[in-house]
């Protein structure tokens, strides 16, 4: 099964990696590669994080204030929001794939 990012979860990445490499020289190279891991953990297990709100499931990053929240269908997994945690919650309720 493939996962893919949605435009929005790949303007999020590039935000929070460049907002992270403005405090410490390296750290957005540690999220991106975190949310690497994390869409490899979600790819081979996607139905083990938790169900937030029917069907969209989220997976809590380790090390960054994140998750993932994520659907999945029949062919794909789609990652809808790489969502900061205490901020705006349900934002990215209604957001395409």
Do not use: C
Not at 39 to 58: D, M, N, Q, T
């Amino acid at each position: 099964m493939d996962i893919v990012f949605s435009k929005g979860a790949r303007e999020e990445i590039l935000q929070a990696y460049e907002y992270y490499e403005e405090q410490v020289s390296g750290l957005g190279e540690d999220f991106v590669d975190a949310i690497a891991r994390a869409a490899g953990f979600v790819k081979r297990f996607p139905e083990v994080s938790r169900l937030i709100a029917y069907p969209y499931r989220r997976y809590l990053m380790p090390r960054f204030p994140y998750g993932l929240i994520y659907l999945v269908g029949e062919e794909r997994i789609t990652v809808l929001a790489v969502a900061h945690l205490m901020r705006k919650p349900n934002y990215w309720l209604g957001r395409d794939e």
